[in-house]
């Protein structure tokens, strides 16, 4: 997936832990290499990064 993202492994690794460090062509080029609506992928970053906090905040 880092090949096809256009960057290396350590950075795939690091965005795997920070999901807020994607950005959003990444996103959008993950839905096209996995053929996945990119509102799925969105989703799956927003709930990562957020938890299951309803309100969007980042628990500590």
Known sequence: ???DLGTNNNRMTRLI???EQFTLAELY???D???V???TI???AH???FGN???GKKKP
């Open 53 to 55: 906090d309803k309100r």
């Open 47 to 49: 709930t990562q990064h």
């Open 29 to 31: 080029k993950i839905s």
């Open 42 to 44: 969105f989703s799956l």
């Open 33 to 35: 290499l996995l053929d």
């Open 1 to 3: 997936m880092a090949h």
């Open 17 to 19: 832990s920070n999901v």
């Open 37 to 39: 609506d990119y509102k």
